[in-house]
């Protein structure tokens, strides 16, 4: 995955960006990504967010189920929109 696709909202950033990461590294390089990143927003001024981690983890989920960047999108979309997450 080279580049998020356009129109996405913040949460679905989050989620394709770990998936994308735990894909071409690995689940556990996406987790440092995700809090390192959620790191800098609490100490450099950003917006930190569990609602962030949560897109991350549901993104490591995604990449671990479907293993096809082709379908990480649609993954994610639906793990985002579920209830309870």
Do not use: V
């Amino acid at each position: 995955m080279a580049a998020l696709p356009p129109g996405l909202n913040d949460l679905e950033k989050h989620c394709l960006a770990s998936a994308g990461i735990a894909l071409r590294c690995s689940p556990s390089e996406a987790w440092l990504a995700g809090w390192g990143k959620e790191l800098q927003d609490a100490l450099g001024g950003g917006d930190a967010s569990r609602r962030d981690l949560d897109a991350n983890r549901l993104g490591r989920q995604c990449a671990a189920e479907h293993g096809a960047p082709e379908a990480l999108a649609d993954c994610c979309r639906r793990a985002l929109a579920a209830p309870g997450d």
